[in-house]
């Protein structure tokens, strides 16, 4: 599966994953319009074998098969105090 990853220019830390590239509208405008410009950062595929830095990948695959978009939070003091840098809620 193929995700295509930009960057909130609005909030520090957060990215949006897209099944489709550039399908800004399979993201709701209550969760759109914070985020401000999108800027593009990369193509990943995202296969069983691939880890990523702060997010689940199985997570990430099934919100981007269901709802086509995923959004990567940064992550909360609470989470950095106990070792764990992501949330895997998505």
Do not use: C, W
């Not at 709701?28 to 410009?37: K, T, V």
């Not at 990523?52 to 909360?76: D, K, M």
């Amino acid at each position: 599966m193929q995700a295509y990853v930009y960057k909130s220019q609005r909030k520090a830390d957060t990215f949006v994953y897209l099944a489709a590239r550039d399908d800004f509208e399979r993201i709701p405008d209550s969760l759109r319009a914070p985020l401000g410009d999108l800027a593009f950062v990369l193509e990943v595929a995202l296969t069983s074998e691939r880890k990523l830095a702060r997010e689940n990948t199985e997570t990430v695959r099934q919100n981007l098969a269901s709802r086509g978009f995923h959004i990567q939070f940064p992550p909360q003091i609470f989470d950095l105090q106990n070792g764990n840098a992501g949330r895997s809620d998505g």
